[in-house]
C-alpha cells in the first residue's frame, strides 16, 4: 500500500518543473547557436577555397570540431529529458509492468552514473597540464581547456535531466494514474 506522504512528496517536486523546463531551453539555444556558428564557419571555409577573394581561416577546423563536441554532449542530455536516448524496449511487452519500471529506473540510475563519471574525469581533463597549457595549433592564444570543458558540462546536465527521470519513473510506480515519463 502506498505511503500517504508519498503524493505529497511529488507535489512538491512538480514545482521545480520550470526549472527543468528552463535549464532544457538554454541548452536547446545554446545547441542551436553552436550549429549555427557550425554551418557559418564551415560555409565560410569551404567559400574561401573555391572564391578567390574570400580567405579560408586558418582555424576554421579546429572551432568547427570544437563546437561539434558541445553540440554532441549537450544534446545528448537533452536527449534524456525527452527520453529520445537510444534504449532496448524489445522484452517490455513481455515482461511484467512493474518489472519494466524497476529495470527503466535502474537504466537512468546507470545514466546518471555515467553523468557523475564525465564530470569528475571531466574537471580532471580540465585541470590537466594538457588542457592548462596546450594550445590550438592555429589559435595559440586558446587553450586545451575549452575542448575539454563540455565533458564536465554535458555531465552535470545529464544528472540533472536524469534526476528528473527518475522521479518521473518513481512518481508512476507509486501514482499510477500519473502519466510515466517515457
Partial sequence: MPDAKVPGFFRSLEKIKPLYDWTYKILMFVCKILLIGDIVITCWSVAGR???FITDPHWSEE???????YMTVLSASLAIRRAAHIRMTAFDRYLPEKVVKVLDVL??????????????????????????RGKYASIPVLSKFWQYLPVPVAGVSMIIFELEQVFLHLEAFWLPKKKEAV
Avoid: K
Avoid at 572551432?63 to 563536441?69: E, G, N, P, Q, R
Avoid at 540510475?109 to 574537471?123: D, E, H, Q, R, S
Fill in 63 to 69: 572551432i568547427v570540431l570544437t563546437l561539434m563536441v
Fill in 50 to 52: 573555391y572564391i578567390p
Fill in 107 to 132: 537504466a537512468d540510475i546507470a545514466v546518471m552514473v555515467l553523468g557523475i563519471y564525465l564530470v569528475i574525469y571531466g574537471i580532471r581533463f580540465c585541470n590537466s597540464p594538457l588542457s592548462v
